[in-house]
């Protein structure tokens, strides 16, 4: 099944898309890869899940990605005695460690980590920033704060301090134990939340090792300071664009997407932009028009993959807004300027024989009219090289491994098959071609430009360029 676009689609599962004619019907609209949301489920649930994509990778013959989205420190308030108390604009409210329940002057805050950063001047964002609070004095288990947005308190509501480094590692007792069941199940990617600095991805680097590739999301202001150093570590970001925009200013929140974007597309890191991209087909069968340019301004960024989340999961349309999102990124990427905006954020080639290689290879595609670049890849390195450049034909990506196809099925315009190991170059380069004409991506007559690594299946060694016709 061939898509014709660059962009990939992800599709969150949950109580809409759980079914197994679900499932199919969703990758027949345009999903590539799957997020099952460990904040919510079971591991038997996210288990039969996995078994259903699997299937339907099969019947499709399309390696289709999927990723563990681990749920990180949650921060929220305890309970409320008599239930929703308000709390004024103006007023003096208390957090503290007492287990007492709350009530319109105090609420429990069973979190010590947050009174041990917390300084006069802090601000505390409850539920998702509906209530703001101050902080005007603290102590070892309490924090005294005036309110300077009011509003309704209920419940475990969350907690967000946008101006302080937490000391909490990103992965709580139940991430590690739901990753070393993700990673027992085969998965292969893993999402990372509660990213705030670098090291937070050694340490989640030394639990996974070679295992999984690590998606880093970017969702508080402590990483945008670290920005750099955490693409580095990191082997994908997402933007994950509704946390963010809680403890940043909304206004702020555009130019940091294309900034997030940018440093991704340089170091060739896969970027994924999430959160409210067609938030209004939870409920609605088409999006506004505010909400298709919102995807479509993401796609002339060149992203690498644009995600759904409760529009997929738990709206009423989910196989709606993938057909809907597809529809987009193939209108945009057939618009004149498409190619030209994103060549205008191309990164420049890195002084090694491998960069070396795989710029000639675009730029080579361009010269002799090529229909492809075809890769092949032992580790998916020489793949995501030909994807950072944005090449303006399609990448098709051939591996004998399968974990390293569903990889590649997050990363722009790359077709990831699975094909049996070869022993020999010639061997490989008959492959290309009947593997092109096979896929329809070349007839008799068309040229392939064709990137390797030599010896075969040695990682990182990009090293051979051939142009052959089919």
């Given at each position: 099944m061939r898509r014709n676009r660059r962009t990939k689609i992800v599709a969150t599962l949950g109580p809409s898309s759980c079914s197994e004619g679900v499932i199919h019907r969703l990758v027949e609209a345009g999903a590539d890869v799957f997020r099952l949301n460990f904040s919510h489920g079971?591991?038997?649930?996210?288990?039969?899940?996995?078994?259903?994509?699997?299937?339907?990778?099969?019947?499709?013959?399309?390696?289709?990605?999927?990723?563990?989205?681990?749920?990180?420190?949650?921060?929220?308030?305890?309970?409320?005695?008599?239930g929703p108390v308000r709390v004024d604009t103006g007023a003096k409210f208390r957090l503290d460690l007492s287990v007492e329940p709350g009530d319109q002057l105090r609420a429990p805050l069973p979190h010590p980590e947050i009174f041990a950063v917390c300084e006069p001047g802090t601000t505390l964002l409850l539920d998702d920033g509906k209530v703001r609070l101050q902080v005007v004095a603290r102590g070892a288990d309490f924090a005294e704060t005036k309110v300077l947005v009011g509003g309704i308190l209920s419940d475990h509501k969350g907690v967000n301090l946008p101006d302080v480094m937490l000391g909490v590692s990103p992965l709580t007792a139940k991430d590690r134990d739901d990753l070393e069941f993700a990673?027992?199940?085969?998965?292969?990617?893993?999402?990372?939340?509660?990213?705030?600095?670098?090291?937070?991805?050694?340490?989640?680097?030394?639990?996974?090792?070679?295992?999984?590739?690590?998606?880093?999301?970017?969702?508080?202001?402590?990483?945008?300071?670290?920005?750099?150093?955490?693409?580095?570590?990191?082997?994908?970001?997402?933007?994950?664009?509704?946390?963010?925009?809680v403890e940043m200013p909304p206004e702020d929140v555009p130019a940091l997407q294309k900034r997030i974007i940018r440093a991704c597309r340089y170091a060739g890191r896969p970027v994924i932009v999430a959160t409210q991209m067609l938030e209004s087909m939870m409920v609605a069968p088409a999006p506004t028009r505010?909400?298709?340019?919102?995807?479509?301004?993401?796609?002339?960024?060149?992203?690498?993959?644009?995600?759904?989340?409760?529009?997929?999961?738990?709206?009423?349309?989910?196989?709606?807004?993938?057909?809907?999102?597809?529809?987009?990124?193939?209108?945009?990427?057939?618009?004149?300027?498409?190619?030209?905006?994103?060549?205008?954020?191309?990164?420049?080639?890195?002084?090694?024989?491998?960069?070396?290689?795989?710029?000639?290879?675009?730029?080579?595609?361009?010269?002799?009219?090529?229909?492809?670049?075809?890769?092949?890849?032992?580790?998916?390195?020489?793949?995501?090289?030909?994807?950072?450049?944005?090449?303006?034909?399609?990448?098709?990506?051939?591996?004998?491994?399968?974990?390293?196809?569903?990889?590649?099925?997050?990363?722009?315009?790359?077709?990831?098959?699975?094909?049996?190991?070869?022993?020999?170059?010639?061997?490989?380069?008959?492959?290309?071609?009947?593997?092109?004409?096979?896929?329809?991506?070349?007839?008799?007559?068309?040229?392939?430009?064709v990137t390797a690594g030599l010896p075969l299946e040695t990682p990182g060694t990009t090293n051979a360029l051939h142009i052959i016709t089919v």
């Open positions: 079971t591991h038997e649930s996210h288990a039969d899940l996995l078994r259903l994509i699997r299937a339907a990778e099969g019947h499709h013959r399309l390696p289709l990605g999927v990723f563990a989205d681990l749920q990180g420190p949650k921060l929220r308030l305890g309970t409320f005695l008599n990673l027992g199940l085969g998965i292969t990617i893993v999402a990372l939340s509660f990213v705030q600095r670098p090291e937070d991805l050694v340490e989640a680097r030394d639990l996974i090792g070679d295992r999984a590739m690590i998606i880093a999301k970017i969702e508080k202001p402590s990483a945008i300071e670290h920005l750099y150093k955490i693409v580095d570590q990191a082997d994908a970001i997402m933007v994950a664009r509704g946390d963010l925009g505010a909400e298709a340019s919102d995807v479509a301004s993401a796609v002339y960024e060149g992203v690498d993959a644009v995600m759904l989340s409760g529009e997929s999961a738990a709206g009423r349309y989910p196989i709606d807004a993938v057909s809907m999102m597809d529809r987009i990124i193939r209108r945009t990427e057939r618009d004149y300027p498409y190619q030209r905006i994103v060549d205008a954020d191309r990164a420049v080639p890195e002084t090694t024989t491998a960069d070396a290689i795989t710029a000639a290879a675009r730029q080579v595609a361009e010269t002799v009219a090529a229909q492809a670049i075809v890769t092949f890849t032992a580790s998916g390195s020489t793949t995501l090289r030909a994807s950072r450049e944005r090449p303006p034909v399609p990448i098709l990506a051939l591996t004998p491994h399968d974990r390293i196809a569903r990889k590649l099925a997050l990363t722009w315009g790359v077709h990831p098959i699975t094909v049996r190991r070869f022993e020999a170059f010639d061997e490989m380069i008959a492959r290309a071609v009947s593997v092109a004409k096979d896929e329809g991506f070349a007839k008799p007559g068309d040229r392939l430009v």
